[in-house]
């Protein structure tokens, strides 16, 4: 525990999964921590990209990972810069809703 952050504080922390293309690895963790520090929010952030070619085994265990990251969370925060939001990114969307997730957008969401 923080100095000066008591548990009651805490227990009221909003959970966020980051959710968005690897397009935007670099903005996503700025992002983040400016959601940590302005809005006090705890983010899971899921940012990969290294240039690692994937598996077809790989891919369908990090976005099984991914979705347990949203069953934790109260929310996902969409990174939709310039509105873009990639097949897998609006799965994670759908995703969110059918649990009952709040969906917080980046950009607003014209849809």
Known sequence: MYKGVGKAYMEKTKIVTMCGSMRFAK????????????????????????????????????????????????????????GYIGNSTKSEIEYAIVNGKEVLYHERNEE
């Open 27 to 82: 903005e996503q963790q700025r992002i983040a921590e400016d959601l940590e520090l302005k809005n006090g929010y705890c983010v899971i952030q899921c940012v990969y990209g290294d240039g690692r070619n994937y598996t077809e085994h790989d891919i369908v265990m990090l976005d099984e990972l991914h979705k347990t990251k949203i069953d934790v969370s109260d929310a996902i925060y969409v990174v939709n810069i310039g």
